[in-house]
């Protein structure tokens, strides 16, 4: 597996809370990208970046923002979460080139927002 | 934008026998088309994929057939074993975005 690690793994929250959740990675992967996973729904983009500051939105961006500072991490940021937000995100890096190739994936961080 | 369609939902198998899944994608523009397998709490992973200008991989028990014309492909799982047992994901990129389908679970039986 590749070097991706997620934090925290599981946090509930409460709604109108900020919450924050980082990835990094040790294998040096220009491209990151932060997805969301739900029943019914599949994996569906949020935000990704190609590069350190370098960032743009996915199909479910609302209600997120991202940071990507340093090459091994990208943070994902709910500023005020809802609970609709409530679902398991997955962190995934690739080398390759924007879709072009195999994603590699963290663990996963599960979000309860009450 | 791309839509991504993915049946069955759910899918069971006796052990031994052969599993297909099949996804339609609407884009002419998609020109890569992976897939994945999760296993149950755990991340997704590529487990083979497959570009426009092939009609048919294979990897041991594993293949992909893509039909360009009809926009489908399938992923098709000879001699199942019960580490098949998994929710499997089809994708289409056309190098600006990646659509996933909405999962099938697959469930052997032994």
């Known amino acids: 597996d590749a070097g991706i690690t997620q934090s925290p793994r599981h946090k509930v929250t409460e709604t109108g809370t900020p919450v924050t959740l980082r990835c990094h990675q040790t294998?040096?992967?220009?491209?990151m990208y932060w997805y969301r996973q739900d029943p019914g729904h599949g994996l569906r983009l949020i935000h990704y970046s190609y590069g350190v500051k370098d960032t743009d939105k996915g199909e479910v961006s609302d209600g997120y923002s991202v940071s990507r500072s340093k090459t091994e991490d990208f943070l994902l940021t709910l500023e005020s979460a809802t609970s609709s937000q409530t679902s398991v995100y997955f962190c995934?890096?690739?080398?390759?080139?924007?879709?072009?190739?195999?994603?590699?994936f963290g663990e996963g961080s599960r979000l309860t927002v009450l | 934008g791309e839509n991504v369609e993915q049946h069955p939902s759910t899918l069971s198998v006796q052990e031994g026998d052969s599993a297909v899944i099949k996804c339609t994608y609407s884009d002419s523009a998609s020109n890569y088309f992976p897939w994945y397998k999760q296993e149950l709490g755990k991340r997704p992973q590529l487990i083979i994929d497959i570009r426009s200008n092939v009609g048919e991989k294979k990897d041991q028990r594993i293949a992909v057939t893509l039909n360009k014309t009809a926009k489908h492909f399938s992923l098709h799982i000879t001699e199942t074993q019960p580490e098949d047992s998994a929710v499997y994901f089809c994708a289409a990129s056309t190098n600006e975005k990646l659509t996933f389908g909405t999962g099938t679970r697959l469930t052997i039986i032994p």
């Open positions: 995934a890096t690739d080398d390759a080139g924007v879709y072009t190739g195999e994603l590699f």
């Open positions: 294998e040096n992967h220009r491209y």
